[in-house]
């Protein structure tokens, strides 16, 4: 699976993983189906391209898992699949960037929760970037708010998914000895086998015509977006030091807000693009000065 891109160093695997995530936005717009069933067919095709990966390099199919893992995974993989229908669903009612941005609270909310589930002591400099964060959301919150109702839903949509990426990102923390691509393929399948039943009893799949770009595109999003950025960015993760990922990661926001004002023509107000420089900004320094920055799996 493009030989040559293995050879790039860790650095430029995660920039080119991060920098494709930024991109999902505007695919996931392409795509004629409502999106309950676009979240499957994701993880559909990521789990097919992910055992073809597997099967090329002649590693086992499906990880062994002790049995305890496994309602930690199904439950994560759950809250990946919702967490993916709300994101697509905010991109229909407000811009990416918006979305993008609130939908980046997530690592706040994190940090927030941590110290009640982990009893771990939180710095005073990372109490302030929360607060700071949560300022920069009310103020893309309130002034999308003023822009209208159909933005202000796309809003609250963001921040459900933001909510559930959070639990993923928890969940995560207790799953013991399940790694990278493994992980992510148990949690693809769990995904899958979740919405699967949603999406037939909700009608999931039943969208406008689908035409040849919204077929390019969903398979862009479940074999490029799905398969092969999370084959390079879990091939780069583990030699990479925390602080490095936390930095790279913040490519995939900003990769999806400038590509929201040059591509799709999308506008935010004064307001909002002051909130979104706080959420991103002290969302990273929170990270880079906590003792351990977290590292979770992109959208």
């Known amino acids: ?30 795509i004629p189906l409502p999106s309950a ?56 009612y407000t811009s990416v960037s918006v979305a993008t941005l609130c939908y980046s609270f997530a690592p706040a909310a994190v940090a927030a929760v941590s110290p009640l589930l982990f009893r771990e002591r939180p710095a005073l400099v990372q109490v302030l970037c929360f607060v700071a964060s949560t300022v920069g ?22 921040l459900a998914a933001a909510g559930l990426y959070a639990a993923v990102i928890l969940l995560n923390k207790f799953i013991r000895g399940v790694q990278g691509i493994d992980r992510t393929l148990m949690q693809f399948a769990s ?32 074999l490029y977006h799905s398969g092969f950025c999370y084959c390079l960015y879990f091939s780069a993760l583990p030699r990479l030091s925390g602080q490095e990922t936390a930095i790279l990661s913040y490519l995939d926001p900003l990769v999806a807000v400038t590509l929201s004002a040059l591509v799709l023509r999308e506008h935010m107000t004064p307001l909002q693009m002051l909130g979104g420089a706080l959420v991103l900004g002290f969302t990273l320094l929170g990270e880079l000065k906590g003792s351990a920055p977290a590292v979770s799996q992109p959208e």
């Open 137 to 158: 959301l009310v103020l893309i919150v309130g002034s999308g708010a003023a822009v209208g109702a159909g933005d202000l839903h796309g809003i609250l949509l963001a």
């Open 37 to 92: 069933g676009i979240a499957l067919l994701r993880a559909v095709i990521a789990v097919a391209a992910l055992v073809l990966w597997r099967l090329a390099r002649r590693t086992r199919v499906l990880p062994a898992v002790a049995g305890g893992q496994l309602p930690l995974l199904l439950l994560s993989g759950a809250a990946m699949g919702f967490n993916w229908i709300f994101l697509f669903e905010a991109y229909r």
């Open 191 to 222: 995904a899958s086998a979740v919405l699967l039943p949603y999406v037939l009893l909700t009608g999931g799949l039943a969208g406008g015509p689908m035409t040849a770009a919204g077929l390019l595109c969903l398979l862009a999003v479940g």
């Open 1 to 30: 699976m493009f030989p040559e891109v293995w050879k790039l160093d860790d650095r430029k695997k995660m920039i080119a993983a991060m920098a494709s995530f930024g991109t999902i936005g505007l695919f996931v717009r392409a």
